[in-house]
């Protein structure tokens, strides 16, 4: 639901790449870092930079990509809350969420407008991908299982973002 996500059909990744996220995700919890807000409180997202070495696709992913972007992995502990917020306007504008974790009941992302009260939701009980405007007031509650995801994370406006999808253009084959 434009402006706050997109959800689409493509998978962009394959479920072995997956696996092996996930894998990698599982085997490093002790390097995921708390992310803390400007006010000095923790936001309750847990996060990790991941380099695409770790599997081809993910390299092949920034290759096709016609903005330039990172990834990162967050991850949420069960039952734990991210707070309503807009993240920085450097870096994360717009970010594309592949949910890995957990495979049922996948807990949503939850949107509010310029009042704070609630808008709108995505929901990914799908496991299918969205993109999601970072620059709208977010949060969630997680429920009892890990909740992880991996991120492509654009500088570029969400909007841009998504007409070029839209448009075709913003993944091209090798």
Request: aromatic share 12%; glycine share 4%.
């Given at each position: ?161 998504v007409e070029l ?10």
């Amino acid at each position: 639901m434009e402006p706050y996500f997109l959800k689409i059909d493509d998978n962009l990744i394959s479920t072995g790449c997956k696996n092996k996220v996930i894998n990698f995700a599982l085997e490093n919890q002790d390097k995921f870092k708390a992310y803390k807000m400007k006010s000095g409180q923790y936001d309750g997202n847990n996060f990790v930079k991941l380099e695409p070495h770790i599997d081809s696709e993910l390299k092949n992913l920034i290759t096709q990509c016609s903005l330039d972007f990172y990834y990162m992995l967050l991850m949420h502990k069960p039952y734990q809350e991210v707070v309503k917020h807009r993240d920085g306007p450097f870096g994360r504008n717009c970010v594309l969420i592949i949910p890995l974790l957990p495979v049922v009941d996948y807990p949503p992302t939850n949107f509010y407008d310029i009042h704070g009260t609630f808008a709108t939701k995505c929901i990914f009980s799908d496991l299918k991908p969205a993109f999601v405007n970072t620059q709208q007031t977010h949060g969630l509650t997680n429920k009892a299982n890990m909740r992880l995801n991996l991120q492509l994370c654009f500088d570029t406006a969400f909007e841009k973002v998504v007409e070029l999808y839209k448009d075709k253009k913003l993944f091209n084959p090798i």
